[in-house]
Protein backbone atom coordinates (compact mmCIF):
# COMPACT_ATOMS: atom_id res chain seq x y z
CA UNK A 1 0.00 0.00 0.00
CA UNK A 2 2.84 2.53 0.70
CA UNK A 3 4.41 1.51 -2.50
CA UNK A 4 1.12 1.93 -4.52
CA UNK A 5 0.89 5.67 -2.85
CA UNK A 6 4.56 6.20 -3.22
CA UNK A 7 3.93 5.40 -6.83
CA UNK A 8 1.05 8.02 -7.21
CA UNK A 9 3.11 10.58 -4.99
CA UNK A 10 5.26 10.51 -8.02
CA UNK A 11 3.14 10.51 -10.38
CA UNK A 12 1.33 13.35 -9.45
CA UNK A 13 4.94 15.13 -8.89
CA UNK A 14 5.80 14.70 -12.39
CA UNK A 15 2.54 15.80 -13.69
CA UNK A 16 2.75 19.33 -11.72
CA UNK A 17 6.05 19.30 -12.49
CA UNK A 18 4.72 18.87 -16.82
CA UNK A 19 1.83 20.64 -16.54
CA UNK A 20 1.77 23.41 -13.65
CA UNK A 21 -1.32 25.26 -12.33
CA UNK A 22 -1.72 27.83 -14.68
CA UNK A 23 -3.42 31.44 -14.20
CA UNK A 24 -5.31 33.38 -16.40
CA UNK A 25 -5.92 36.84 -16.03
CA UNK A 26 -8.96 38.45 -17.96
CA UNK A 27 -9.18 42.33 -18.27
CA UNK A 28 -12.78 43.95 -18.82
CA UNK A 29 -14.36 47.57 -19.07
CA UNK A 30 -15.67 46.18 -15.04
CA UNK A 31 -12.69 44.23 -13.88
CA UNK A 32 -10.23 41.87 -13.89
CA UNK A 33 -11.39 37.86 -13.60
CA UNK A 34 -8.79 35.43 -12.95
CA UNK A 35 -8.97 32.25 -14.23
CA UNK A 36 -7.45 28.59 -13.00
CA UNK A 37 -6.10 25.40 -14.84
CA UNK A 38 -5.35 23.21 -12.34
CA UNK A 39 -2.54 20.27 -13.40
CA UNK A 40 -5.80 18.09 -12.78
CA UNK A 41 -7.95 19.79 -15.54
CA UNK A 42 -5.30 20.50 -17.87
CA UNK A 43 -4.50 16.39 -17.95
CA UNK A 44 -8.40 15.15 -18.50
CA UNK A 45 -8.39 18.00 -21.01
CA UNK A 46 -5.55 16.33 -22.90
CA UNK A 47 -6.55 12.19 -22.65
CA UNK A 48 -10.33 13.71 -23.92
CA UNK A 49 -8.20 15.29 -27.22
CA UNK A 50 -6.67 12.30 -27.35
CA UNK A 51 -9.93 10.05 -27.72
CA UNK A 52 -11.15 12.05 -29.93
CA UNK A 53 -7.98 12.12 -32.50
CA UNK A 54 -8.46 8.24 -32.06
CA UNK A 55 -11.94 8.36 -32.90
CA UNK A 56 -11.26 10.73 -35.63
CA UNK A 57 -8.52 8.43 -37.11
CA UNK A 58 -10.59 5.51 -36.92
CA UNK A 59 -13.75 7.02 -38.71
CA UNK A 60 -10.73 8.50 -41.70
CA UNK A 61 -9.53 5.00 -41.75
CA UNK A 62 -13.27 3.87 -42.24
CA UNK A 63 -14.43 6.50 -44.93
CA UNK A 64 -11.02 5.34 -46.67
CA UNK A 65 -12.34 1.22 -47.20
CA UNK A 66 -15.65 2.00 -48.03
CA UNK A 67 -13.82 4.03 -51.16
CA UNK A 68 -11.64 1.62 -51.79
CA UNK A 69 -14.67 -0.60 -51.82
CA UNK A 70 -17.00 1.40 -54.33
CA UNK A 71 -13.74 1.93 -56.91
CA UNK A 72 -13.41 -1.70 -56.78
CA UNK A 73 -17.36 -2.18 -57.79
CA UNK A 74 -16.93 0.39 -60.44
CA UNK A 75 -14.05 -1.20 -61.84
CA UNK A 76 -16.12 -4.21 -62.20
CA UNK A 77 -19.10 -2.74 -63.57
CA UNK A 78 -16.63 -1.33 -66.13
CA UNK A 79 -15.61 -5.02 -67.27
CA UNK A 80 -18.93 -6.00 -67.67
CA UNK A 81 -20.19 -3.41 -69.56
CA UNK A 82 -17.02 -3.96 -71.91
CA UNK A 83 -18.34 -7.96 -71.80
CA UNK A 84 -21.91 -6.85 -72.88
CA UNK A 85 -20.71 -4.37 -75.67
CA UNK A 86 -18.46 -7.41 -77.24
CA UNK A 87 -21.41 -9.34 -77.00
CA UNK A 88 -23.30 -7.15 -78.48
CA UNK A 89 -20.64 -6.69 -81.20
CA UNK A 90 -20.43 -10.61 -81.35
CA UNK A 91 -24.32 -11.19 -82.01
CA UNK A 92 -24.51 -8.29 -84.54
CA UNK A 93 -21.87 -9.56 -86.53
CA UNK A 94 -23.26 -12.98 -86.63
CA UNK A 95 -26.67 -12.00 -87.64
CA UNK A 96 -24.77 -10.12 -90.33
CA UNK A 97 -22.82 -13.47 -91.21
CA UNK A 98 -26.42 -14.83 -90.91
CA UNK A 99 -28.05 -12.68 -92.96
CA UNK A 100 -25.07 -12.51 -95.66
CA UNK A 101 -25.21 -16.71 -95.94
CA UNK A 102 -29.04 -16.76 -96.57
CA UNK A 103 -28.97 -13.97 -99.12
CA UNK A 104 -25.93 -15.64 -100.68
CA UNK A 105 -28.39 -19.09 -100.43
CA UNK A 106 -30.86 -17.30 -101.96
CA UNK A 107 -29.14 -15.50 -104.59
CA UNK A 108 -27.32 -18.53 -106.14
CA UNK A 109 -31.00 -20.03 -106.19
CA UNK A 110 -32.67 -17.45 -107.79
CA UNK A 111 -29.93 -17.89 -110.43
CA UNK A 112 -30.14 -21.68 -110.68
CA UNK A 113 -34.01 -21.36 -110.91
CA UNK A 114 -33.05 -19.06 -114.04
CA UNK A 115 -31.02 -20.65 -115.65
CA UNK A 116 -32.18 -24.90 -115.52
CA UNK A 117 -36.07 -23.99 -115.38
CA UNK A 118 -35.66 -21.56 -118.51
CA UNK A 119 -37.00 -18.51 -116.72
CA UNK A 120 -34.89 -15.74 -117.60
CA UNK A 121 -32.79 -14.74 -120.85
CA UNK A 122 -28.76 -14.79 -120.84
CA UNK A 123 -28.12 -11.29 -120.18
CA UNK A 124 -30.68 -11.31 -117.11
CA UNK A 125 -28.80 -14.66 -115.91
CA UNK A 126 -25.28 -13.08 -116.18
CA UNK A 127 -26.08 -10.03 -113.97
CA UNK A 128 -27.63 -12.44 -111.25
CA UNK A 129 -24.21 -14.68 -111.44
CA UNK A 130 -23.26 -15.40 -108.08
CA UNK A 131 -20.21 -13.14 -107.01
CA UNK A 132 -17.12 -14.43 -104.97
CA UNK A 133 -17.37 -13.66 -101.43
CA UNK A 134 -14.76 -14.41 -98.16
CA UNK A 135 -14.57 -17.71 -97.21
CA UNK A 136 -17.14 -18.72 -94.23
CA UNK A 137 -14.86 -21.24 -93.23
CA UNK A 138 -13.16 -19.25 -90.22
CA UNK A 139 -16.56 -18.83 -88.64
CA UNK A 140 -17.47 -21.49 -86.31
CA UNK A 141 -20.94 -20.66 -84.91
CA UNK A 142 -23.15 -23.45 -84.73
CA UNK A 143 -25.98 -21.23 -85.93
CA UNK A 144 -24.25 -21.54 -89.70
CA UNK A 145 -24.26 -24.76 -89.78
CA UNK A 146 -27.55 -25.52 -91.83
CA UNK A 147 -26.25 -23.32 -94.10
CA UNK A 148 -23.48 -24.87 -94.22
CA UNK A 149 -24.94 -27.70 -95.46
CA UNK A 150 -27.25 -26.34 -98.03
CA UNK A 151 -24.32 -24.69 -99.62
CA UNK A 152 -22.69 -28.00 -99.83
CA UNK A 153 -25.94 -29.62 -101.61
CA UNK A 154 -25.65 -26.43 -103.75
CA UNK A 155 -22.62 -26.58 -104.73
CA UNK A 156 -22.66 -30.05 -105.52
CA UNK A 157 -25.52 -29.85 -107.69
CA UNK A 158 -24.32 -27.23 -109.65
CA UNK A 159 -20.96 -29.67 -110.11
CA UNK A 160 -23.33 -32.15 -110.96
CA UNK A 161 -25.80 -30.09 -113.64
CA UNK A 162 -21.72 -28.69 -115.07
CA UNK A 163 -20.96 -32.06 -116.02
CA UNK A 164 -24.58 -32.52 -117.30
CA UNK A 165 -24.42 -29.96 -119.62
CA UNK A 166 -20.77 -30.48 -120.85
CA UNK A 167 -21.68 -34.30 -121.50
CA UNK A 168 -25.45 -33.22 -122.98
CA UNK A 169 -23.58 -30.37 -125.49
CA UNK A 170 -20.75 -33.38 -126.32
CA UNK A 171 -23.55 -35.52 -127.50
CA UNK A 172 -25.53 -32.95 -129.41
CA UNK A 173 -22.41 -32.12 -131.10
CA UNK A 174 -21.48 -35.76 -132.31
CA UNK A 175 -24.87 -36.06 -133.54
CA UNK A 176 -24.55 -33.58 -135.61
CA UNK A 177 -21.55 -34.47 -136.53
CA UNK A 178 -23.06 -37.99 -137.44
CA UNK A 179 -25.51 -35.90 -139.64
CA UNK A 180 -22.45 -34.10 -141.44
CA UNK A 181 -22.94 -30.98 -139.57
CA UNK A 182 -20.29 -28.95 -138.51
CA UNK A 183 -21.53 -27.62 -134.49
CA UNK A 184 -19.68 -24.28 -135.59
CA UNK A 185 -22.44 -24.14 -138.59
CA UNK A 186 -25.30 -23.56 -135.73
CA UNK A 187 -23.47 -21.04 -133.45
CA UNK A 188 -21.01 -19.49 -135.21
CA UNK A 189 -22.74 -18.86 -138.48
CA UNK A 190 -24.90 -15.56 -139.14
CA UNK A 191 -28.59 -15.55 -140.53
CA UNK A 192 -28.04 -12.38 -141.94
CA UNK A 193 -25.42 -14.49 -144.55
CA UNK A 194 -29.11 -16.99 -145.38
CA UNK A 195 -30.77 -13.27 -145.91
CA UNK A 196 -32.98 -13.55 -143.01
CA UNK A 197 -33.88 -9.65 -141.54
CA UNK A 198 -32.42 -9.44 -138.19
CA UNK A 199 -31.15 -6.14 -136.89
CA UNK A 200 -30.40 -4.38 -132.77
CA UNK A 201 -27.87 -3.16 -130.99
CA UNK A 202 -24.90 -5.74 -130.18
CA UNK A 203 -24.96 -6.86 -126.39
CA UNK A 204 -22.82 -9.25 -125.93
CA UNK A 205 -23.13 -11.52 -123.26
CA UNK A 206 -20.25 -12.70 -120.72
CA UNK A 207 -19.95 -13.85 -117.32
CA UNK A 208 -18.69 -11.22 -114.77
CA UNK A 209 -15.34 -11.20 -113.82
CA UNK A 210 -15.79 -11.59 -110.60
CA UNK A 211 -18.35 -14.49 -110.83
CA UNK A 212 -17.78 -17.85 -108.60
CA UNK A 213 -15.53 -19.96 -110.65
CA UNK A 214 -18.23 -23.09 -110.10
CA UNK A 215 -20.60 -21.01 -111.34
CA UNK A 216 -19.42 -19.41 -113.87
CA UNK A 217 -18.39 -22.92 -115.05
CA UNK A 218 -22.02 -23.72 -115.27
CA UNK A 219 -23.63 -20.73 -117.05
CA UNK A 220 -20.80 -21.01 -119.72
CA UNK A 221 -21.51 -24.59 -120.56
CA UNK A 222 -25.50 -24.05 -120.57
CA UNK A 223 -24.66 -20.98 -122.49
CA UNK A 224 -23.09 -23.17 -125.27
CA UNK A 225 -25.59 -25.72 -125.64
CA UNK A 226 -28.90 -23.38 -124.75
CA UNK A 227 -26.90 -21.95 -128.30
CA UNK A 228 -26.74 -24.83 -130.04
CA UNK A 229 -30.13 -26.36 -129.43
CA UNK A 230 -31.50 -23.19 -129.73
CA UNK A 231 -29.90 -22.95 -133.74
CA UNK A 232 -30.60 -26.62 -134.00
CA UNK A 233 -34.37 -25.56 -135.21
CA UNK A 234 -33.34 -25.55 -138.66
CA UNK A 235 -32.16 -29.09 -138.77
CA UNK A 236 -34.70 -31.42 -140.95
CA UNK A 237 -36.10 -33.61 -138.23
CA UNK A 238 -39.87 -33.98 -138.43
CA UNK A 239 -41.11 -36.91 -140.29
CA UNK A 240 -42.28 -35.40 -143.72
CA UNK A 241 -45.54 -37.48 -143.99
CA UNK A 242 -46.52 -40.29 -141.29
CA UNK A 243 -47.50 -43.06 -143.03
CA UNK A 244 -45.45 -44.45 -146.05
CA UNK A 245 -42.94 -46.98 -147.49
CA UNK A 246 -39.64 -46.54 -148.59
CA UNK A 247 -39.50 -47.05 -151.88
CA UNK A 248 -35.78 -45.50 -153.24
CA UNK A 249 -32.96 -43.97 -151.37
CA UNK A 250 -30.18 -41.55 -151.89
CA UNK A 251 -27.71 -41.80 -153.95
CA UNK A 252 -26.90 -44.15 -157.20
CA UNK A 253 -29.68 -46.01 -158.56
CA UNK A 254 -31.28 -47.35 -161.97
CA UNK A 255 -33.42 -44.74 -163.23
CA UNK A 256 -36.89 -46.06 -163.37
CA UNK A 257 -38.17 -44.74 -166.70
CA UNK A 258 -34.95 -45.41 -168.63
CA UNK A 259 -32.99 -48.18 -166.72
CA UNK A 260 -29.26 -46.23 -166.99
CA UNK A 261 -27.84 -45.16 -163.80
CA UNK A 262 -28.33 -42.00 -162.12
CA UNK A 263 -28.26 -40.16 -159.50
CA UNK A 264 -31.35 -39.87 -156.78
CA UNK A 265 -31.05 -36.81 -155.00
CA UNK A 266 -33.67 -37.76 -152.23
CA UNK A 267 -35.79 -40.22 -150.56
CA UNK A 268 -38.91 -41.39 -151.79
CA UNK A 269 -41.50 -42.44 -149.55
CA UNK A 270 -44.58 -43.79 -151.26
CA UNK A 271 -48.53 -43.23 -149.49
CA UNK A 272 -51.69 -42.98 -150.41
CA UNK A 273 -52.99 -40.22 -152.66
CA UNK A 274 -53.47 -36.42 -150.96
CA UNK A 275 -51.61 -37.96 -147.60
CA UNK A 276 -50.09 -34.97 -145.44
CA UNK A 277 -46.95 -33.68 -146.35
CA UNK A 278 -45.63 -31.54 -143.11
CA UNK A 279 -42.41 -28.99 -142.99
CA UNK A 280 -39.64 -30.96 -141.89
CA UNK A 281 -38.24 -27.98 -139.89
CA UNK A 282 -38.94 -24.24 -139.21
CA UNK A 283 -37.96 -21.69 -141.99
CA UNK A 284 -39.26 -19.75 -144.97
CA UNK A 285 -40.95 -20.90 -147.86
CA UNK A 286 -38.41 -20.11 -151.06
CA UNK A 287 -40.67 -22.42 -153.91
CA UNK A 288 -44.14 -23.35 -154.18
CA UNK A 289 -45.15 -24.03 -157.57
CA UNK A 290 -44.48 -26.07 -160.52
CA UNK A 291 -41.07 -26.91 -160.82
CA UNK A 292 -39.45 -29.33 -164.33
CA UNK A 293 -39.11 -32.99 -163.02
CA UNK A 294 -40.52 -32.43 -159.63
CA UNK A 295 -43.87 -31.59 -160.62
CA UNK A 296 -45.35 -29.15 -157.73
CA UNK A 297 -42.63 -28.41 -155.50
CA UNK A 298 -42.00 -27.02 -152.24
CA UNK A 299 -38.74 -25.76 -151.04
CA UNK A 300 -37.97 -24.42 -147.35
CA UNK A 301 -35.06 -22.35 -146.01
CA UNK A 302 -34.36 -23.07 -142.88
CA UNK A 303 -31.19 -20.78 -142.09
CA UNK A 304 -27.83 -21.81 -141.59
CA UNK A 305 -27.76 -23.01 -145.09
CA UNK A 306 -30.06 -25.88 -145.04
CA UNK A 307 -33.38 -26.40 -147.17
CA UNK A 308 -36.14 -29.11 -147.80
CA UNK A 309 -37.53 -29.87 -151.01
CA UNK A 310 -41.34 -31.81 -151.13
CA UNK A 311 -41.72 -32.83 -154.90
CA UNK A 312 -44.49 -34.57 -156.73
CA UNK A 313 -46.93 -32.82 -154.38
CA UNK A 314 -50.60 -33.20 -155.80
CA UNK A 315 -51.86 -29.96 -153.53
CA UNK A 316 -49.59 -27.19 -152.36
CA UNK A 317 -50.95 -25.59 -149.38
CA UNK A 318 -48.57 -22.65 -148.41
CA UNK A 319 -46.93 -19.89 -150.91
CA UNK A 320 -43.61 -18.00 -151.19
CA UNK A 321 -41.89 -16.07 -148.60
CA UNK A 322 -44.65 -17.75 -145.79
CA UNK A 323 -43.19 -18.64 -142.32
CA UNK A 324 -43.93 -21.97 -141.62
CA UNK A 325 -43.43 -24.06 -138.43
CA UNK A 326 -41.65 -27.64 -137.89
CA UNK A 327 -44.63 -29.86 -138.48
CA UNK A 328 -46.97 -27.89 -139.98
CA UNK A 329 -48.98 -29.19 -142.89
CA UNK A 330 -47.66 -27.92 -146.56
CA UNK A 331 -48.75 -30.04 -149.09
CA UNK A 332 -50.35 -33.32 -150.08
CA UNK A 333 -48.93 -36.35 -151.42
CA UNK A 334 -49.24 -37.05 -155.68
CA UNK A 335 -47.56 -38.23 -158.62
CA UNK A 336 -46.51 -35.13 -160.66
CA UNK A 337 -43.46 -34.32 -162.49
CA UNK A 338 -41.68 -37.37 -163.51
CA UNK A 339 -43.09 -39.72 -161.57
CA UNK A 340 -44.11 -43.60 -161.55
CA UNK A 341 -46.80 -43.56 -158.64
CA UNK A 342 -48.19 -41.84 -155.73
CA UNK A 343 -45.37 -40.71 -153.64
CA UNK A 344 -43.20 -38.27 -151.90
CA UNK A 345 -39.74 -37.31 -153.09
CA UNK A 346 -38.35 -35.39 -149.98
CA UNK A 347 -34.51 -33.78 -150.57
CA UNK A 348 -32.36 -32.34 -147.49
CA UNK A 349 -29.58 -29.80 -148.75
CA UNK A 350 -27.17 -28.46 -147.69
CA UNK A 351 -25.64 -24.94 -149.05
CA UNK A 352 -27.12 -25.95 -151.64
CA UNK A 353 -25.62 -29.35 -152.13
CA UNK A 354 -28.17 -32.22 -151.70
CA UNK A 355 -27.09 -34.90 -148.47
CA UNK A 356 -28.55 -37.94 -147.70
CA UNK A 357 -31.89 -37.09 -145.64
CA UNK A 358 -32.27 -40.75 -144.27
CA UNK A 359 -29.69 -39.78 -140.99
CA UNK A 360 -31.93 -36.95 -140.17
CA UNK A 361 -34.82 -38.74 -140.19
CA UNK A 362 -33.60 -41.56 -138.55
CA UNK A 363 -32.36 -38.87 -135.94
CA UNK A 364 -35.67 -37.93 -135.37
CA UNK A 365 -36.11 -38.81 -131.60
CA UNK A 366 -33.24 -37.13 -131.07
CA UNK A 367 -33.19 -34.26 -132.70
CA UNK A 368 -36.80 -33.44 -131.98
CA UNK A 369 -36.34 -33.54 -128.64
CA UNK A 370 -33.24 -31.08 -128.84
CA UNK A 371 -35.06 -28.60 -130.92
CA UNK A 372 -38.31 -29.03 -128.14
CA UNK A 373 -35.34 -28.28 -125.38
CA UNK A 374 -33.75 -25.17 -127.57
CA UNK A 375 -37.37 -23.60 -128.16
CA UNK A 376 -38.89 -24.16 -124.76
CA UNK A 377 -35.87 -22.85 -123.61
CA UNK A 378 -35.54 -25.24 -121.02
CA UNK A 379 -32.13 -25.83 -119.88
CA UNK A 380 -32.14 -28.36 -117.48
CA UNK A 381 -30.45 -32.07 -117.62
CA UNK A 382 -32.06 -34.83 -115.47
CA UNK A 383 -34.11 -34.57 -111.99
CA UNK A 384 -32.25 -34.63 -109.27
CA UNK A 385 -32.98 -34.37 -105.72
CA UNK A 386 -30.57 -32.95 -103.24
CA UNK A 387 -31.26 -34.35 -99.26
CA UNK A 388 -29.40 -34.16 -96.17
CA UNK A 389 -30.67 -33.30 -92.49
CA UNK A 390 -31.76 -29.91 -92.64
CA UNK A 391 -32.82 -29.45 -96.49
CA UNK A 392 -34.71 -31.19 -99.03
CA UNK A 393 -34.56 -29.17 -102.74
CA UNK A 394 -35.86 -30.82 -105.70
CA UNK A 395 -34.92 -30.02 -109.18
CA UNK A 396 -36.43 -30.62 -112.53
CA UNK A 397 -36.11 -30.10 -116.12
CA UNK A 398 -39.59 -27.45 -115.60
CA UNK A 399 -37.94 -25.64 -112.40
CA UNK A 400 -37.09 -26.04 -109.11
CA UNK A 401 -38.49 -25.42 -105.64
CA UNK A 402 -37.19 -23.41 -103.36
CA UNK A 403 -34.71 -24.41 -100.54
CA UNK A 404 -36.11 -24.47 -97.19
CA UNK A 405 -34.58 -25.15 -93.52
CA UNK A 406 -36.90 -27.68 -91.46
Do not use: C
Not at 49 to 68: E, F, H, K, N, R
Not at 161 to 181: E, F
Request: hydrophobic content about 45%; aromatic content about 6%; glycine content about 10%.
Amino acid sequence: MQRLDAAWHSLATRAAARFPEQVFVWHRDRGTSTFRLRTREQIMALGGAALIAGWLGVTASGLQGQDAELAAKQAELARLQSQVVSLQQDSAALKGNVAATAARIEGRQAFLAGLLGGKGNLKALADMMPRQVASMDSVTDAALEPFRKVETAQLAFVDKATGAAQARLKDTQSLLRRLGLDPDRFVAQSDVAQGAAMGGPYVPVAAPADAEPRFKSLFLSWKKLAALESAMSSVPSYMPVKTFTYTSGFGTRYDPFNGNTAMHAGLDMAGSYGEPVYAAAEGIVDTAAKSGAYGNLVQVEHGKGIATRYGHLSAILVHPGEHVSQGQLIARMGSTGRSTGTHLHFEVRLDGRAVNPRPYLDASAFMLAAQSRGAAEVQGPVEATLVNDDATTTYSIGGMTRISLN
